[in-house]
């Protein structure tokens, strides 16, 4: 029973209370919102809502997602304050930013 107390204990520690799911929508070969600010410890779900597939890709390699097809999402929980420009690794020319605050 006190294994399972603390197992719990520890899970409701690991996700901030206050975290949220954002959602960015992935349309007509731009990301929506293509700036977007977030909390420490939010949530980004990226939705490819286009015909063709996309992809997600942090400029310095923190998160990479593979090829999203129509309808596929990836997500990527972001811990760490700072600022994150992304790309669509198949059209570069595909950019966003998220900013994390603390």
């Keep these: 029973m006190k294994t399972r107390v603390l197992a719990v204990f520890c899970l409701m520690l690991s996700t901030p209370v206050?975290?949220?799911?954002?959602?960015?929508?992935?349309?007509?070969?731009m990301f929506g919102?293509?700036?977007?600010?977030?909390?420490?410890?939010?949530?980004?779900?990226?939705?490819?809502?286009?015909?063709?597939?996309?992809?997600?890709?942090?400029?310095?390699?923190?998160?990479?997602?593979?090829?999203?097809?129509?309808?596929?999402?990836f997500s990527w929980v972001f811990n760490t304050p700072g600022e994150f420009e992304y790309f669509c690794a198949l059209h570069p020319q595909m950019i966003g930013k998220i900013v994390v605050r603390q």
Excluded at 18 to 29: N, P, R
Excluded at 34 to 54: F, M, S
């Design 18 to 29: 206050w975290a949220q799911e954002v959602k960015i929508d992935i349309k007509e070969f």
């Design 33 to 73: 919102p293509k700036d977007l600010t977030v909390a420490v410890g939010d949530k980004v779900t990226w939705v490819n809502d286009d015909e063709i597939p996309h992809t997600v890709a942090e400029t310095h390699k923190l998160f990479r997602s593979g090829a999203l097809d129509t309808s596929d999402s």
